[in-house]
């Protein structure tokens, strides 16, 4: 068995505990929420160049403090992302399928006051990826990229895969289409973990220190290996799992 095939072993048992304890009482489940709005936030923030610490992040988002020294926009970049997070938990709970409008409408929030013209807007120029060969599909393509990406996200082929597979694909082709001008790769994280809670799951957060093997992964990806990237992906939820259980109390 690969080593893909394990991790996602080791993480159907320990949803299956999590889903034992369910339903979490209201005070555990509002002390889940503030830790994973703020490290969450950090993590996806800083992996795109955002120099809050985790302490500041946690300043913003749960005093409404502001930190001296640092730009408007990385203080924007967190309170957005934390209302993004918000929207995302709300669709999440609908359990409908997910749509173009969506995506655009996470991508709106996370440059709400920012980038007011480009944000939840295709992009209508060609991009360039800093640190990647890869070249993203010309703009006159993306319309029609996110159509069938949206198609299958709800279709049998995507349904077959495990949870974790499904999110990781869908974050994979959400970044390849590279569909806006700024804020893919947050917008991408967002609907990985959409896919994900959507089927039970807590959020996977990409973690700063794993920026390295997380472009590396998403580089095979590009070439079509995928096994890194979902790999990466799983270990980042066993993790986030192992965070509730401790939390829940559960053995």
Same mark, same amino acid.
Do not use: C
């Given at each position: 068995?690969?080593?893909?095939?394990?991790?996602?072993?080791?993480?159907?048992?320990?949803?299956?505990?999590?889903?034992?304890?369910?339903?979490?009482?209201?005070?555990? #489940? $509002? *002390?889940? !929420? +503030?830790?994973?709005?703020?490290?969450?936030?950090?993590?996806?923030? =800083?992996?795109?160049?955002? %120099?809050?610490?985790?302490?500041?992040?946690?300043?913003?988002?749960?005093?409404?403090?502001?930190?001296?020294?640092?730009?408007?926009?990385?203080?924007?970049?967190?309170?957005?992302?934390?209302?993004?997070?918000?929207?995302?938990?709300? #669709? $999440? *709970?609908? !359990? +409908?399928?997910?749509?173009?409008?969506?995506?655009?409408?996470?991508? =709106?929030?996370?440059?709400? %006051?920012?980038?007011?013209?480009?944000?939840?807007?295709?992009?209508?120029?060609?991009?360039?990826?800093?640190?990647?060969?890869?070249?993203?599909?010309?703009?006159?393509?993306?319309?029609?990229?996110?159509?069938?990406?949206?198609?299958? #996200?709800?279709?049998?082929?995507?349904?077959?895969?495990?949870?974790?597979?499904?999110?990781?694909? =869908?974050?994979?082709?959400?970044?390849?289409?590279?569909?806006?001008?700024?804020?893919?790769?947050?917008?991408?994280?967002?609907?990985?973990?959409?896919?994900?809670?959507?089927?039970?799951?807590?959020?996977?957060?990409?973690?700063?220190?794993?920026?390295?093997?997380?472009?590396?992964?998403?580089?095979?990806?590009?070439?079509?290996?995928?096994?890194?990237?979902?790999?990466?992906?799983?270990?980042?939820?066993?993790?986030?799992?192992?965070?509730?259980?401790?939390?829940?109390?559960?053995?």
């Amino acid at each position: 068995m690969s080593f893909k095939g394990e991790i996602l072993m080791q993480i159907d048992e320990k949803k299956a505990r999590l889903d034992v304890a369910r339903p979490l009482p209201p005070s555990i #489940l $509002a *002390k889940l !929420k +503030e830790y994973f709005d703020v490290e969450w936030t950090y993590h996806s923030n =800083a992996i795109e160049g955002n %120099t809050l610490t985790l302490a500041e992040t946690r300043l913003v988002l749960l005093d409404g403090l502001t930190v001296g020294g640092k730009s408007l926009r990385e203080h924007l970049e967190a309170i957005n992302h934390k209302h993004a997070i918000d929207f995302v938990e709300a #669709l $999440a *709970k609908k !359990k +409908e399928p997910i749509t173009e409008h969506n995506i655009r409408q996470i991508h =709106a929030l996370i440059l709400r %006051t920012i980038d007011d013209e480009n944000a939840g807007r295709y992009r209508s120029v060609r991009v360039r990826i800093a640190g990647t060969t890869y070249i993203p599909p010309e703009a006159v393509f993306v319309p029609s990229l996110m159509q069938e990406m949206v198609t299958w #996200l709800d279709s049998p082929e995507a349904e077959e895969l495990h949870p974790v597979e499904r999110a990781a694909m =869908a974050h994979f082709r959400l970044a390849h289409i590279h569909p806006f001008v700024d804020g893919n790769g947050r917008t991408a994280r967002l609907l990985m973990n959409l896919v994900l809670m959507r089927e039970g799951y807590p959020p996977a957060v990409i973690r700063l220190e794993r920026r390295p093997q997380y472009y590396k992964a998403l580089k095979l990806a590009d070439g079509g290996e995928m096994t890194p990237f979902v790999t990466l992906v799983a270990e980042e939820v066993e993790r986030s799992l192992e965070v509730w259980l401790e939390m829940a109390g559960v053995k």
